[in-house]
């Protein structure tokens, strides 16, 4: 069973850096799309990013700050944050699917099956 586990969330002041983790057991890492959502009070859960293979792809609002990249011999995802804005502060999620798909498809939070228990960024301004 794939469980995912993410760390390194907190509290930065705007301008800042965080970089999150997310570890996944009970599969290798290498076989699933990676992907990083957010979501505030509200709202609807928002693509981030996601990664599959050496293809990365980003929202506008986070393209050219923040990057993801895949450590498949720890199997591990990450989510590295710079310049970081108020309107980033969030609940962060990572989720993974099996790549079934054109790379359109991992936009949407409901092609991934397997989510992790989120972990709060808050940006201060």
């Known amino acids: 069973q794939v469980q995912l586990v993410e760390s390194g969330g907190g509290l930065v002041q705007a301008g800042g850096s965080l970089r999150l983790s997310c570890a996944l057991s009970g599969r290798t890492l290498s076989s699933y799309v990676m992907g990083w959502f957010r979501q505030t009070p509200g709202k609807e859960r928002e693509f981030v990013a996601h990664s599959w293979s050496s293809s990365t792809y980003y929202t506008d609002p986070v393209r050219g700050r923040f990057t993801i990249s895949r450590d498949n011999a720890k199997n591990t995802v990450y989510l590295q944050m710079n310049s970081l804005k108020p309107e980033d502060t969030a609940v962060y999620y990572c989720?993974?699917?099996?790549?079934?798909?054109?790379?359109?498809?991992?936009?949407?939070?409901?092609?991934?099956?397997?989510w992790g228990q989120g972990t709060q960024v808050t940006v201060s301004s």
């Open positions: 989720a993974a699917a099996a790549p079934y798909s054109g790379m359109d498809y991992y936009l949407r939070a409901n092609s991934y099956r397997y």
